[in-house]
C-alpha cells in the first residue's frame, strides 16, 4: 500500500522563526505531490509538485520535490500565529489515487 | 479553480439514523472524491464517483454504508448509513483542479450520539 510520511507530526514555534516540513511517499506510477494547509474543516490548496528540483513558492512558503530521494520540504519563513495550521501532504498518482499523509500540526507562538 | 458548496456544515445525528451530504461544484467536473477525516486523523478517501456510472470504493468502504450518488456533472451526494458514534468524521468533498491542484467542499463535521 502507498504510504505517506510527515515530519514532525507536531512542532511548536515562536513568531518569526523559519520551520521546514518534511514529507515521503512510498509511490509508483507517481503523478504529483500535492501540500495543503487545513486550518478547520476544508484543506487549503498550497503547493503542486511534479517536477524535481523546481522550487515553487508563494509568500513565505516554498516547496521543493525531490523524486530521486522521494521526497518534499514545506518552508515557511518569518512564520506568523496565523500560520498555525495541520500541513497535509498528498501524493497522487495516474489513476487519480490520492493518498495523505497524516499532516504535521504547526503551532506558531506569539 | 472550482467553487465546491457543501451541506450541511454540522449535524448531530442519533445512532442508527442516516445522513445525506450534498456538493455541488459550480463547474462540470468529470471525477469527484469524497473523503472522511476521523478525528485526530488524517484525510482518507472513501470513493471516487463519475458521473453516469457507479462509484469506486476504496478498501474498508461499502455502497450499502456510503450509498454515493452522481446524477449530473456538478453535483453529487453522500449518504452516511446507520450512523453509529464510530461515524462521527468530517466529510469533504473534493475535485480537481487541474494545476490548481485539488479544491475541497467546506466540509461536513458529523457527531452521532
Known amino acids: 500500500e502507498d504510504k505517506v510520511v510527515q515530519s514532525p507530526l507536531s512542532l511548536v514555534v515562536h513568531e518569526g522563526d523559519t520551520v521546514t516540513l518534511n514529507c515521503s511517499y512510498e509511490?509508483?506510477?507517481?503523478?504529483?505531490l500535492l501540500w495543503y494547509k487545513q486550518e478547520k474543516k476544508a484543506p487549503t490548496f498550497l503547493f503542486m509538485l511534479t517536477s524535481s528540483g523546481i522550487e515553487k513558492k508563494s509568500g513565505r512558503l516554498s516547496s521543493i520535490l525531490d523524486k530521486k530521494e522521494l521526497f518534499s520540504i514545506l518552508n515557511i519563513t518569518a512564520t506568523q500565529t496565523g500560520d498555525s495550521a495541520v500541513y497535509l501532504c498528498?501524493?497522487?498518482?495516474?489513476?487519480?489515487?490520492?493518498?495523505f499523509g497524516p499532516g504535521t500540526r504547526l503551532s506558531v507562538l506569539p | 479553480s472550482a467553487v465546491i458548496s457543501q451541506k450541511p456544515s454540522r449535524d448531530i445525528c442519533q445512532r442508527g439514523t442516516s445522513l445525506t451530504i450534498q456538493c455541488q461544484v459550480d463547474s462540470q467536473v468529470t471525477m469527484m472524491f469524497w473523503y472522511r477525516q476521523q478525528p485526530g486523523q488524517s484525510l482518507t478517501l472513501i470513493a471516487t464517483a463519475n458521473q453516469g456510472s457507479e462509484a469506486t470504493y476504496e478498501s474498508g468502504f461499502v455502497i450499502d454504508k456510503f450509498p454515493i450518488s452522481r446524477p449530473n456533472l456538478t453535483f453529487s451526494t453522500l449518504t452516511v448509513s446507520n450512523m453509529s458514534p464510530e461515524d462521527s468524521s468530517i466529510y469533504l468533498c473534493s475535485v480537481e483542479g487541474g494545476s490548481l491542484g485539488y479544491t475541497f467542499g467546506s466540509g461536513t463535521r458529523l457527531t452521532v450520539v
Open positions: 498528498a501524493q497522487a498518482d495516474y489513476g487519480q489515487n490520492f493518498v
Open positions: 509511490v509508483t506510477n507517481f503523478r504529483s
